[in-house]
């Protein structure tokens, strides 16, 4: 990232936090010694690297942050949702948009990781061990995104001058081991007798150690399986580390990662007062949650004038968006206005653990069981009814047509039912899991879009039209965001260097939409 940059934006995101440290050191040491001993200096920057994880209105980000930064990147090329503006010549129909891809890039820099380096500074000329452990976790969280998005970043260097990029592998490591020190150091402070930290300040646990081991743990196996397909012994050795840690995995959605309590979920907006609505629920949603005639569809949707959930195909061409929005009421929009923020739930490790025994790793139980508990656990968080007869379904998806009366039809994605199967292939019960595992974690586009690469399934729709001029295969879809246009020339020597490990990683086709991330191996 160009350090320039990175400068301005991390000293802006984090002004009236830390420029005060040297004033009050030099001027005030009494009233600086204070704010260390009550946690007050470390826990605002903490709290300002939480608000990072998933973007919200917060005072110092929008609602549009959010929208450019996932609903009209990881959110569309998930198929959770449809944007519902311009003409189609967009990251929906893979003609990519700078000003939305780089959203990601650069406001994570600016208000992780600026602050995260004031905050280790700070912890570690003090010792705050327990501190530093936990803003460790929160970095990984959030910074794990950004290498999803775009492959090699600059992440072992940010504290330096040179913020080179790191191969995505290097990343990915230097992230496990961070979670393997940082969970050994909170296993340390709770088994010592330590219950809270910080608990003014975070925002998530309340400074709850244990549940921020639970959570630790939790992130880990989802990493770890993230790179079953570059290193599937490396995989399995850290996701067998988090279900031997004697605090375990979050297995109750009373230990959800959960940012709840906001004023409302920034889709809220999006689909509300953006253009009298600028996202609706996208095909791939509607074909599944139809299909099944999911308990959940009306809890994650809002029925359209005929009672239906219906949704909209990326990559269509219209001249008119009217019909689709919200004023007409014939196509579904999200039900956004409670949603709570949720970074990792219990529902997501039971499929992780699910897919871990299926490969024969010990994951504490049976894979048909894990599977079964992540669907109850999605069920009882969304609080919908029918859980025992989804269990034993065996509705397939439903095939899309665009209700509003355009072209856009499309067969069904899948024959994969809610059953499980113990007779089923490995790629059987693959795309079962993975299929709950998507439902499950809507409307976090992030994780649902870099589970869809890896896994390859569900399977979604393809969008109406292919506007990449071939940089992009239709059938393989959106692969990575591209690097800012303006590294290009501002940090040129940074973006070569990525652009170059992209490629050594598999990435051949270079900073595309097309080009796969080291983790992303399975075969097409």
Same mark, same amino acid.
């Given at each position: 990232?160009?350090?320039?940059?990175?400068?301005? *934006?991390?000293?802006?995101? =984090?002004?009236?936090?830390?420029?005060?440290?040297?004033?009050?050191?030099?001027?005030? !040491?009494?009233?600086?010694?204070?704010?260390?001993?009550?946690? $007050?200096?470390?826990?605002?920057?903490?709290?300002?690297?939480?608000?990072?994880?998933?973007?919200?209105?917060?005072?110092?980000?929008?609602?549009?942050?959010?929208?450019?930064?996932?609903?009209?990147?990881?959110?569309?090329?998930?198929?959770?949702?449809?944007?519902?503006?311009?003409?189609?010549?967009?990251?929906?129909?893979?003609?990519?948009?700078?000003?939305?891809?780089?959203?990601?890039?650069?406001?994570?820099?600016?208000?992780?990781?600026?602050?995260?380096?004031?905050? %280790?500074? =700070?912890?570690?000329?003090?010792?705050?061990?327990?501190? /530093?452990?936990?803003?460790?976790?929160?970095?990984?969280?959030?910074?794990?995104?950004?290498?999803?998005?775009?492959?090699?970043?600059?992440?072992?260097?940010?504290?330096?001058?040179?913020?080179?990029?790191?191969?995505?592998?290097?990343?990915?490591?230097?992230?496990?081991?961070?979670?393997?020190?940082?969970?050994?150091?909170?296993?340390?402070?709770?088994?010592?007798?330590?219950?809270?930290?910080?608990?003014?300040?975070?925002?998530?646990?309340?400074?709850?150690?244990?549940?921020?081991? %639970?959570?630790? !743990?939790?992130?880990?196996? +989802?990493?770890?399986?993230?790179?079953?397909?570059?290193?599937?012994? /490396?995989?399995?050795?850290?996701?067998?580390?988090?279900?031997?840690?004697?605090?375990?995995?979050?297995?109750? !959605?009373?230990?959800?990662?959960?940012?709840?309590?906001?004023?409302?979920?920034?889709?809220?907006?999006?689909?509300?007062?953006?253009?009298?609505?600028?996202?609706?629920?996208?095909?791939?949603?509607?074909?599944?949650? !139809?299909?099944?005639?999911?308990?959940?569809?009306? /809890?994650?949707?809002?029925?359209?004038?005929?009672?239906?959930?219906?949704?909209?195909?990326?990559?269509?061409?219209?001249?008119?968006?009217?019909?689709?929005?919200?004023?007409?009421?014939?196509?579904?929009?999200?039900?956004?206005?409670?949603?709570?923020?949720?970074?990792?739930?219990?529902?997501?490790?039971?499929?992780?653990?699910?897919?871990?025994?299926?490969?024969?790793?010990?994951?504490?139980?049976?894979?048909?069981?894990?599977?079964?508990?992540?669907? +109850?656990?999605?069920?009882?968080?969304?609080?919908?009814?029918?859980?025992?007869?989804? *269990?034993?379904?065996?509705?397939?998806?439903?095939?899309? %047509?665009?209700?509003?009366?355009?072209?856009?039809?499309?067969?069904?994605?899948? $024959?994969?039912?809610?059953?499980?199967?113990?007779?089923?292939?490995?790629?059987?019960? /693959?795309?079962?899991?993975?299929?709950?595992?998507?439902?499950?974690?809507?409307?976090?586009?992030?994780?649902?879009?870099?589970?869809?690469? +890896? *896994?390859?399934?569900?399977?979604?729709?393809?969008?109406?039209?292919?506007?990449?001029?071939?940089?992009?295969?239709?059938?393989?879809?959106?692969?990575?965001? $591209?690097?800012?246009?303006?590294?290009?020339?501002?940090?040129?020597?940074?973006?070569?260097?990525?652009?170059?490990?992209?490629?050594?990683?598999?990435?051949?086709?270079?900073?595309?939409?097309?080009?796969? *991330?080291?983790?992303? %191996?399975?075969?097409?």
């Amino acid at each position: 990232m160009n350090t320039r940059i990175y400068k301005a *934006l991390a000293a802006a995101a =984090i002004l009236t936090v830390v420029s005060c440290v040297p004033k009050f050191q030099d001027e005030n !040491n009494a009233h600086y010694e204070q704010l260390l001993e009550d946690n $007050t200096l470390v826990g605002s920057l903490f709290q300002q690297m939480e608000r990072s994880v998933i973007f919200y209105r917060d005072g110092q980000y929008l609602d549009s942050d959010y929208q450019i930064m996932y609903n009209l990147c990881s959110e569309t090329w998930a198929g959770y949702l449809a944007p519902t503006l311009g003409d189609g010549h967009n990251n929906s129909g893979f003609q990519i948009n700078d000003g939305w891809t780089r959203s990601m890039f650069v406001n994570k820099y600016a208000y992780c990781m600026g602050a995260f380096n004031d905050f %280790k500074a =700070i912890a570690e000329e003090n010792q705050f061990d327990t501190q /530093l452990a936990m803003g460790t976790i929160v970095k990984v969280a959030s910074m794990h995104m950004v290498t999803d998005y775009y492959g090699p970043i600059a992440y072992t260097s940010t504290g330096s001058l040179s913020n080179t990029y790191d191969k995505q592998e290097t990343v990915y490591k230097t992230m496990l081991q961070e979670l393997d020190e940082s969970i050994a150091t909170l296993e340390e402070s709770a088994n010592g007798g330590m219950t809270t930290i910080m608990d003014e300040s975070d925002i998530v646990y309340a400074g709850d150690i244990v549940k921020w081991i %639970k959570f630790a !743990n939790s992130l880990r196996l +989802r990493l770890a399986m993230r790179i079953v397909y570059a290193d599937e012994s /490396l995989a399995k050795t850290e996701a067998e580390k988090s279900l031997a840690s004697s605090y375990g995995v979050i297995t109750s !959605n009373d230990d959800n990662a959960v940012v709840s309590g906001v004023d409302h979920h920034p889709l809220y907006e999006i689909n509300v007062n953006f253009n009298d609505a600028d996202t609706q629920i996208g095909a791939s949603l509607d074909c599944y949650l !139809n299909g099944y005639n999911d308990p959940r569809k009306f /809890l994650y949707a809002i029925a359209a004038n005929d009672g239906q959930l219906h949704g909209v195909r990326p990559g269509i061409t219209v001249s008119n968006w009217d019909p689709y929005k919200n004023k007409a009421n014939n196509v579904s929009a999200p039900r956004a206005r409670n949603f709570d923020i949720v970074w990792l739930n219990a529902a997501e490790v039971a499929f992780l653990r699910a897919e871990g025994a299926v490969r024969g790793w010990n994951m504490g139980g049976a894979a048909k069981a894990l599977y079964e508990d992540g669907i +109850r656990l999605s069920f009882e968080q969304w609080g919908a009814s029918g859980v025992s007869a989804y *269990l034993t379904s065996t509705a397939t998806p439903a095939a899309f %047509k665009d209700v509003v009366g355009s072209a856009s039809v499309a067969t069904a994605p899948s $024959t994969v039912t809610p059953a499980w199967s113990e007779s089923a292939s490995l790629e059987g019960k /693959l795309e079962k899991i993975g299929t709950q595992k998507w439902l499950a974690l809507f409307p976090n586009g992030p994780e649902a879009w870099a589970e869809y690469r +890896r *896994l390859h399934y569900p399977k979604i729709l393809t969008p109406a039209n292919n506007y990449s001029n071939g940089t992009v295969n239709t059938d393989q879809q959106i692969r990575r965001a $591209t690097y800012p246009i303006s590294e290009q020339t501002d940090n040129r020597q940074g973006y070569e260097a990525g652009v170059a490990a992209l490629r050594a990683e598999g990435g051949t086709a270079g900073d595309t939409a097309g080009s796969r *991330l080291w983790w992303d %191996k399975k075969p097409f």
